[in-house]
């Protein structure tokens, strides 16, 4: 009964490619992540979701395109996939209306870019 | 610009010992700090948290200490156990452009040495 899900778990692709990852959470969260851990290990924020709403978006290539069909689900679209995009990319869930700042990650989605 | 620090990659104690981990922070409007654990292939778990208004929160074995004047916080479990190797993140959050945005330390790894 996996709370926050993500699909793939690997994915290995060429450059040049389109990618997407879906993700999905059944907590009944209204806001929605996602992150990228790099080669150092630095977890860091690519764009926040609060009700299907974008709320964060930092300064990631618009190359990277995040999409929220619904408030359950925050899939993440890579076009033109790069060298660096290769990483592990998490994403989280957290009931931010409620006062509740702990998020809920997924898995992790360890992309490479061959 | 790391606004949130852990500087020690990794700290290895007994079993039974206590552990304590450090994170420094520069960003003074930070409000909630939080604790996260990793193991490998997995995404991060929450284990604890603290609100800037408050200098100390204990769940079971985890203890978090809050200096807002040092801008500084620690972990501290006790007893550990083995189960307690992983990788810990400490995080920050401030509420920024409407909502609560996250900065996450590059981690401590833990080993219990049983």
């Known amino acids: 009964d996996t709370a926050v899900s993500q699909t793939p778990k690997y994915l290995v692709t060429q450059m040049g490619n389109d990618k997407s990852i879906k993700c999905e959470q059944n907590?009944?969260?209204?806001?929605m992540y996602w992150y990228k851990q790099d080669s150092k290990k630095f977890l860091k924020i690519m764009f926040s979701?609060?009700?299907?709403?974008?709320?964060i978006n930092e300064t990631v290539p618009n190359r990277f395109s995040p999409k929220s069909p619904d408030k359950a689900h925050l899939n993440l679209h890579i076009n033109s996939l790069e060298l660096g995009d290769s990483a592990v990319y998490f994403c989280?869930?957290?009931?931010?209306?409620?006062?509740?700042?702990?998020?809920?990650f997924g898995p992790g989605t360890r992309l490479t870019v061959t | 610009d790391q606004q949130v620090k852990q500087n020690s990659p990794s700290l290895s104690v007994q079993e039974g010992r206590i552990s304590i981990l450090n994170c420094d922070y520069t960003n003074s409007m930070f409000d909630y700090f939080l604790w996260y654990k990793k193991y490998p292939a997995e995404g991060p778990t929450f284990l604890i948290s603290?609100?800037?208004?408050?200098d100390k929160n204990e769940d079971g074995r985890f203890t978090v200490f809050l200096n807002k004047s040092a801008k500084h916080l620690s972990l501290h479990i006790v007893p550990s156990q083995p189960g307690d190797s992983a990788v810990y993140f400490c995080a920050a959050s401030a509420f920024t452009s409407g909502t609560y945005k996250y900065i996450f330390g590059t981690g401590t790894r833990l080993k219990v040495l049983a």
């Open positions: 989280a869930s957290s009931h931010l209306s409620g006062g509740r700042h702990e998020q809920y």
């Open positions: 979701y609060n009700n299907k709403e974008l709320i």
């Open positions: 907590l009944g969260h209204d806001t």
């Open positions: 603290i609100s800037s208004i408050k």
